[in-house]
């Protein structure tokens, strides 16, 4: 089956909270097919991470994470709404997973510890990718713990505001799609993330629901091409086997009893 052309739109749009459009625009291996230069980290010497982050990532090992998402264009108009959930388990696995505003459908995005998956229900269409050629510097593999803080990111406190600490993220490597993202945190829990692309789009992330440390398996953040979909690419490891992504697993038996709302 032929491979059918993806709006790099409607990725930007509905994945804007990972911010994976230029990884995945034009092709199988652009990430990997772009100037070494362009993708290398800085060298200087990286500051300390902001305490209120490093506060939040020591003894996570799981995540599992609601969320309400809007987009605003660079002239300021809202173009999209959506949902969504985020499961991560650490080191380097997690899960995003966005519908738009009263529909079904909507776009997975799955890194398994080797590849990086991305399956767009609307069009049948699934990408893969190693990981090495595809996610370094996100603000989901920053959760994740899938690569080096300090190689990869410029970390700063960013004042207090809104009741929030905010800690401001921007990626070393120029290859990165986003320009930065705001992380605001409540406490010992992360309530928003605001993203600003390089073609002036801002995403903002609400999140209604936070589990720290709840139970995440391998199989929640794994996934294999369901039957009959276009795939472009090759995984490490070999052709993918054509079976459906497990679903995600909500509701009451996957509450944690420590886990809180978030505010």
């Known amino acids: 089956m032929s491979a059918r052309p993806m709006s790099r739109d409607c990725r930007r749009l509905r994945l804007a909270g990972v911010c994976v459009a230029l990884c995945w625009a034009t092709g199988p291996l652009l990430a990997a097919d772009a ?20 506060h939040y990532l020591q003894g996570l090992k799981s ?18 709404k959506s949902t969504g959930e985020l499961l991560v388990l650490r080191p380097g696995r997690f899960r995003w997973e966005v519908h738009p505003q009263g529909s079904s459908a909507g ?15 609307d069009l049948q269409q699934v990408t893969v990718k190693p990981m090495d050629a595809a996610l370094s510097a996100t603000p989901a593999m920053l959760l994740s713990g899938g690569v080096d803080l300090q190689r990869n990111f410029t ?8 009741g929030l600490d905010w800690v401001k993220v921007q990626p070393r490597g120029s290859d990165a799609d986003f320009r930065d993202a ?7 829990e992360l309530e928003r993330m605001i993203l600003h692309d390089k073609l002036g789009q801002t995403a903002t992330l609400s999140f209604t629901r936070s589990q720290r440390n709840a139970p995440v398996s391998v199989a929640d ?7 009959g979909v276009d795939v472009i690419g090759t995984p490490a490891g070999g052709a993918p086997n054509a079976h459906p992504p497990p679903p995600m697993q909500t509701g009451a038996s996957n509450a944690n009893p420590t886990a809180t709302p978030a505010k």
């Open 107 to 121: 776009q997975l995005l799955i890194a398994d510890g080797h590849n990086v998956w991305f399956y767009d229900r």
């Open 182 to 188: 705001l992380l605001g945190f409540a406490g010992n």
């Open 221 to 227: 953040v794994s996934f294999s091409p369901p039957a």
């Open 35 to 54: 100037p070494s230069s362009a993708a290398s980290p800085s060298s200087e010497a990286p500051a300390a991470t902001p305490a209120v982050l490093d």
């Open 63 to 80: 995540l599992r994470m609601s969320f309400t998402q809007t987009v605003i264009d660079a002239q300021g108009r809202s173009v999209d």
């Open 155 to 162: 970390l700063s406190s960013a004042g207090r505001r809104e």
